[in-house]
């Protein structure tokens, strides 16, 4: 919690008391969210509070839990205890959640103002 604490005291202080510190105290949500989408830093919005709504707003508080588990390093038994599921049923649930949040509609939304607002432009040029 510290790294998070000395980066960015309104980030610690907002997530506090979030799931995501609970599981995943030592990376950032754009930290994964650029992990998993492949791209650069800078593409991602900056506000943690904002990319954590964006997850809670298109995931259910299952998918929402096994991958901030998974992503923290928990083990599948961990993680299978926490949501109630095993085996198969856990695999297929996971592999659920980590599609929904590769869906462009989520990708969308958790970019960067900036690249955003250049997208809309270009698309009013043309």
Known sequence: MAYLKFRNEGIYLMLEN???LRYNPEKTIR???????GCAAVEIEEDERELYASLKRHLTKKELRMIMMHEG???????????????????????KAYRK????????????????????????EV
């Open 18 to 20: 979030s799931l995501w």
């Open 31 to 37: 930290e994964v969210l650029v992990g998993l989408y």
């Open 73 to 95: 390093g928990c083990t599948a038994e961990e993680i299978g205890a926490e949501v109630a599921l095993e085996g198969e049923a856990l695999t297929k649930a996971q592999y």
């Open 101 to 124: 949040v590769r869906q462009d509609k989520i990708r969308l939304e958790v970019r960067a103002n900036k690249v955003k607002e250049e997208k809309v432009e270009t698309a009013e």
